[in-house]
């Protein structure tokens, strides 16, 4: 009878389905994460957005050029270069 108690409390600590997708996501995630922290672009990008003045320009951007044409926006972006 000992060998069937050890089976039950096997079975009983093995991870149920839910328990294991959520240990994959969140391994997932890390690995996710710590793949950003070490992409150069990445990192350069987090700099650019954390400096205040250009996180100032991000926040005046315009939402409403859904509709532009290639030609207004290229109008635009030459506009804003110079």
Same mark, same amino acid.
């Not at 991870?15 to 992409?39: C, G, K, Q, Y």
């Given at each position: =009878?000992?060998?069937? &108690?050890?089976?039950? /409390?096997?079975?009983?600590?093995?991870? !149920?389905? @839910?328990?294991?997708?959520? !240990?994959?996501?969140? #391994?997932? #995630? &890390? $690995?996710?994460? =710590? !793949?950003? *922290? $070490? $992409?150069? &672009?990445?990192?350069? =990008? *987090? @700099?650019?957005? /954390?400096?205040?003045?250009?996180?100032? #320009?991000?926040?005046? =951007?315009? %939402?409403?050029?859904?509709?532009?044409? *290639?030609?207004?926006?290229? /109008? %635009?972006?030459? @506009?804003? %270069? @110079?």
């Amino acid at each position: =009878m000992p060998a069937a &108690r050890d089976v039950q /409390s096997t079975a009983s600590q093995a991870p !149920s389905p @839910e328990v294991r997708r959520i !240990s994959d996501d969140v #391994a997932a #995630a &890390r $690995n996710t994460a =710590m !793949s950003a *922290l $070490n $992409n150069d &672009r990445f990192r350069v =990008m *987090l @700099e650019q957005i /954390s400096d205040p003045q250009s996180s100032g #320009a991000l926040m005046t =951007m315009r %939402s409403d050029a859904a509709g532009t044409d *290639l030609k207004s926006a290229q /109008s %635009s972006y030459a @506009e804003n %270069s @110079e």
